[in-house]
């Protein structure tokens, strides 16, 4: 090998101990930046700055060991300076073009020993400065809760000195359908994790760790999260510590049907109704539907029909959209049918019932026949009928079958079966009266009843009729509008409208009764055929039983209890008071937990602790963090006032602070 | 102290309305065995207003699919937490029926899981006692429906109070006459009413 060879290699030599001696530098500097830093905690700022500082301080070394550069001349020249055995010839003899005597000469040269002292020197000092700066760096993470509490000690005055803890590292699985990725955190005083994930605990610096769950101790290397807040007690040797578990539950898949926007009522069975709803979920979505149900049937018989349209798989987004069409003309549906049609998802949990959203769910109905004829509430069947009032058709027929019969018949008996048909003519047309006089006279068993002081705008209350004004009411409504199809008038209330038919009812039942009455049965016959048309144009205008009532539901009580007679109204009962026991309990194990923070820190944020856990439910998220944070601040040493004052506040039932400024410094 | 009221509850969707005379049959048996003060009329109340807070007892039938709206299903939930006492009966005779099915579904979405009633639980006997636990209706007896038996009720507990029961054998149908007709049951059907109505007072 030639003598520029072994320079140049010589070189390669130079820089790779120039290059170890600046990483060796670098990295003692950054570790011991971060075993002074460690007892203040670990973050990515801290990791961040020794990181940099490392790379600082090897990038000086470097640039410092490498000088002007590891080029042959610079070498030779290195090397002449360290072995004057070479008589200076070195430089001369690398140089190109030199003499080959002269490349003989140094031949023979051998300068190893400087290369190797060269290494020794430059690499010892800092190797020895890494393995002080490592050994710092172990100290300081074995006793940096100790430290920690020295340093908060002394840099806040007035801070209680917390007890020695356990440096717990909390690794949280979730499970494998969140398709998440877990977290690990350090000292946790509250661990938030999903529901069925998985907790592996582990400590440094101590070689057992117990884990008891209430009386129950439970490993260590995997603790299932169910729904219940729980705290979990890790012991080692003497010393013990809580961290609250805060189970975070799936929440189901939330749906809004957007189609049909509401319920509707359909005439015939027929269409297409198109379907369309947006779901989502805090995890993912696995698959996602139209349900419907068809009810057909009424009284005391339905049947149901259920079924499934537009399903589609959703491959866990969090977000999606589903649309479907629903043809009625497929369902077969009669007229009274109902169909309920809502929009289902699932989630990823394999627990699918618990996981099942729904949307609210619209209804179609499909009219019964004749239901568009009618302006009236349905009531209640009457339970029988009264079989002493004869119907207007079957007086009809009585007097169509006398007129027929009276040439038979003499003057007097034609009279007197002609007077017979018109007491129960005036027996009908009385049903009639007590129907409109219930209407107009305010009778509160009536349709329309004032008694509870309601007016309407422009109208004053209507004292009850006499037999004359009725009478006179049903001529004016016979001679103003006989025959005509029912219809509000500019000055009429609905009330008068839909007793006017009645009202003509009553008017040729009268005049039919007094045809009647006199012995002239044809002469009756036309007005009863009035009253009779009159009647069904009411009968189809609103459910009207003319010869029974409805049944009221209204007990007496006292007749039950046979104390007599009395007209009770409903009295309801007042709103129930919030107990405040629970409350003042808390309160009091509140207080005791800043008594004892005065004394033990670490048994104080425990107590805390196991307080937010039986109060969970009751606290807003940002008191329930304030709960944590405080007893985080206990345990490290810190100030836990502002904390404790929020949680003192939700105790108390103060006011909380959304409503507040934000600059108003209260949370 | 202010008397007691029957509430019925009346909800958006289905027919809440099937079973008009329960209430009045109920008020007379109330009236009729205990010394209870009580309004002589029911009444009725949404179940999504804050109105059902003013009443202790709320009765709730129906024989159609019941979907609540998310008003209803807080109110439902509100009232029970409150000490209110929540019955619902399925109206339909048969097993596993429509409003079965959906009724169940929303009590498990407003109110928690339905357990069995244990036939010794003491609202077999908070007045009268029933050592067979919930009586049998005639529509299970006779044919009507599925021909089976509904042995047991469901409940939503809070705590150990039953807070929501609910009932598949049909005691709409079975107490949905007048009043006045039950001097012509030798054994009156509807003393189980006042055993629910007893314990939701005293619960």
Redo the contacts between chains.
């Keep these: 090998m030639r003598s520029r060879e072994r320079v140049e290699a010589t070189g390669r030599s130079l820089a790779a101990i120039a290059l170890g001696k600046s990483l060796l530098l670098g990295t003692a500097a950054g570790a011991t930046l971060a075993a002074v830093t460690w007892p203040l905690g670990v973050g990515r700022a801290t990791v961040f700055v020794s990181l940099m500082l490392a790379v600082g301080i090897g990038w000086w070394t470097y640039r410092r060991a490498r000088g002007t550069g590891f080029s042959v001349p610079n070498v030779a020249l290195w090397i002449e300076e360290r072995l004057p055995s070479s008589g200076w010839k070195l430089v001369t003899a690398v140089e190109d073009g030199a003499p080959e005597a002269l490349e003989q000469s140094v031949a023979a040269l051998d300068w190893s020993s400087v290369t190797r002292q060269a290494t020794q020197k430059a690499l010892a000092t800092p190797a020895v400065a890494l393995l002080a700066a490592l050994g710092l760096l172990a100290t300081s993470i074995v006793f940096a809760p100790a430290v920690s509490r020295v340093l908060a000690t002394r840099l806040t005055p007035g801070a209680r000195v917390p007890t020695e803890t356990l440096d717990v590292t909390v690794e949280v699985i979730l499970p494998g359908y969140a398709r998440r990725r877990g977290e690990s955190l350090r000292n946790p005083a509250v661990v938030r994790a999903l529901v069925g994930s998985r907790l592996r605990l582990s400590t440094v610096g101590r070689d057992s760790l117990r884990l008891t769950v209430g009386d129950r101790e439970v490993a260590t290397s995997s603790w299932p999260v169910g729904p219940q807040a729980v705290a979990l007690r890790l012991r080692s040797g003497e010393t013990s510590r809580l961290i609250a578990i805060d189970p975070i539950p799936d929440s189901a898949p939330a749906v809004q049907l957007r189609n049909p926007p509401r319920d509707t009522v359909l005439a015939v069975a027929g269409g297409v109704f198109a379907l369309g709803a947006d779901v989502r979920d805090d995890l993912g979505i696995a698959r996602a539907a139209f349900e419907y149900i068809v009810s057909s049937g009424s009284g005391e018989t339905f049947t149901f029909t259920t079924g499934s349209i537009g399903a589609r798989q959703l491959g866990g987004a969090q977000t999606g959209a589903i649309t479907g069409t629903l043809s009625l003309a497929t369902l077969n549906l009669k007229p009274g049918d109902f169909v309920h049609v809502r929009a289902v998802a699932t989630d990823l949990r394999p627990d699918s019932a618990a996981a099942r959203g729904a949307s609210e769910t619209r209804t179609i109905r499909i009219a019964r026949a004749g239901e568009f004829d009618s302006v009236a509430v349905e009531a209640a069947a009457p339970p029988e009928e009264d079989k002493a009032v004869l119907s207007q058709r079957m007086l009809i027929n009585l007097t169509e079958a006398l007129v027929r019969r009276r040439r038979q018949l003499a003057r007097t008996t034609l009279a007197d079966e002609s007077r017979t048909i018109a007491r129960d003519q005036a027996r009908l047309r009385k049903q009639v009266s007590d129907i409109v006089f219930a209407r107009f006279g305010d009778d509160p068993t009536g349709e329309h009843f004032h008694g509870d002081g309601h007016q309407h705008e422009g109208q004053e209350l209507r004292p009850a009729l006499t037999p004359d004004e009725l009478l006179q009411a049903a001529e004016n409504a016979t001679s103003a509008a006989a025959g005509k199809v029912l219809d509000f008038e500019s000055d009429e209330t609905p009330v008068v409208a839909v007793n006017r038919p009645l009202l003509e009812a009553y008017n040729f039942m009268w005049e039919a009764g007094r045809e009647l009455d006199q012995g002239a049965p044809e002469k009756a016959l036309p007005p009863m055929y009035r009253a009779l048309d009159a009647i069904q144009r009411a009968r189809a205008a609103e459910r009207l039983y003319l010869r029974s009532r409805p049944p009221r539901a209204v007990v007496d009580v006292d007749r039950v209890r046979l104390q007599g007679r009395e007209k009770g109204t409903p009295a309801a009962r007042e709103p129930r008071e919030a107990s405040t026991g629970a409350a003042r309990v808390a309160l009091a194990r509140f207080a005791r937990v800043v008594v004892l923070a005065r004394s033990d820190a670490a048994a104080a944020a425990d107590s805390l602790l196991l307080l937010r856990i039986d109060l969970l439910p009751r606290l807003s998220p940002a008191q329930a963090d304030a709960a944590a944070s405080a007893a985080t601040s206990l345990r490290a040493g810190r100030d836990a006032a502002a904390d404790l004052a929020v949680l003192r506040r939700a105790l108390e039932g103060v006011v909380a602070s959304d409503s507040m400024s934000r600059w108003s410094g209260v949370r | 102290m202010?008397?007691f009221?029957f509430a019925t509850a009346q909800y958006e969707?289905g027919d809440w309305d099937s079973a008009?005379?329960v209430?009045?049959n109920l008020?007379?048996s109330i009236?009729?065995y205990t010394s209870i003060p009580?309004?002589?009329?029911?009444?009725v109340v949404a179940l999504s207003s804050n109105?059902v807070?003013?009443?202790?007892f709320l009765f709730m039938t129906g024989?159609?699919?019941v979907?609540f709206?998310?008003a209803e299903r807080a109110s439902v939930r509100r009232f029970i937490d409150?000490?209110g006492f929540l019955f619902i009966d399925d109206h339909?005779?048969d097993i596993d029926?429509?409003f079965h099915k959906?009724v169940t579904e929303e009590i498990q979405r407003s109110a928690g899981p339905l357990v069995t009633v244990s036939k010794r639980h003491e609202l077999f006997s908070s007045f009268f006692t029933f050592p067979d636990g919930p009586p049998n209706t005639s529509h299970e007896l006779n044919g009507?429906g599925d021909n089976l038996l509904h042995p047991d009720l469901k409940a939503v507990f809070r705590g150990d109070r039953i807070a929501l029961l609910y009932s598949n054998k049909d005691y709409s149908?079975e107490w949905s006459y007048?009043?006045e007709n039950k001097r012509f049951y030798s054994v009156d059907n509807t003393r189980f009413g006042v055993n629910l109505v007893v314990y939701a007072l005293t619960r």
């Design positions: 202010s008397e009221v969707s008009p005379l209430p009045a008020i007379d009236a009729r009580v309004a002589p009329a029911g009444v109105d807070l003013r009443f202790p024989h159609l699919p979907r709206t998310e409150r000490g339909n005779h029926g429509a959906t009507w149908s007048h009043p």
